[in-house]
C-alpha cells in the first residue's frame, strides 16, 4: 500500500479530500472505505435537522435518544425535543461513528447518556438514560452487550 500527501495550497475549499486507487474493490478497500467513513463521521460535532420551524442544528453530544412514532421521529436532548420526518436509518446514517446505536425497531440512544440497564419484561430491557427510559428489544441486546464490551 503507497500513503502520498499532497498539499494544495490554491485550494479554494478547506475540506480534505481523500482519493483511494486500487486494481479491484476488495474486501481490504471495502474495510478502508468503511474506516473512513466511521473516521469522518466521529468528527462531525453537529448534524443539521429539517423540522416544521426550518433547520435546527443539534450537538451530537446532546442527543440523548432516537425515537420513531408512525411518521414522525422525535430527537431527544437535554434541552429539547426536535420533531423531523427523516427516517430512522437516515438519522443513524448520519450518526455513524457516534456513540448512538439502535435499540429497537423505532428507537436509538446515545451510549454517552446511558446510566443503567436492567431487567424489563419479556425478554426485553430497559435502558436508563440522562433524563429518560427506553426498552430496549430483545432483537438488540446481544448487538448492545457487544458495544459495551460484555
Do not use: C, W
Not at 54 to 72: A, D, R
Not at 78 to 106: A, C, F, M, N, P
Amino acid at each position: 500500500m503507497k500513503i502520498q500527501l499532497s498539499l494544495d495550497p490554491r485550494r479554494e475549499d478547506a475540506e480534505v479530500e481523500l482519493v483511494v486507487k486500487a486494481q479491484e474493490y476488495d474486501e481490504d478497500i471495502k474495510q478502508l472505505m468503511a474506516y473512513l467513513k466511521q473516521y469522518a463521521s466521529a468528527n462531525r460535532a453537529t448534524i443539521a435537522i429539517n423540522t416544521a420551524d426550518g433547520i435546527s442544528l443539534v450537538k451530537i453530544k446532546e442527543i440523548v435518544s432516537v425515537e420513531v412514532n408512525k411518521n414522525e421521529t422525535t430527537i431527544h436532548t437535554l434541552t429539547k425535543d426536535y420533531v423531523t420526518h427523516e427516517r430512522l436509518y437516515k438519522l443513524l446514517e448520519l450518526l455513524q461513528g457516534s456513540e448512538i446505536i439502535q435499540i429497537s425497531k423505532s428507537v436509538a440512544i446515545n451510549l454517552d447518556h446511558l446510566i443503567e440497564l436492567s431487567a424489563g419484561f419479556s425478554g426485553t430491557m430497559v435502558a436508563s438514560l440522562t433524563n429518560r427510559q427506553e426498552y430496549v428489544s430483545r432483537s438488540f441486546i446481544a448487538a448492545l452487550k457487544k458495544r459495551l464490551g460484555l
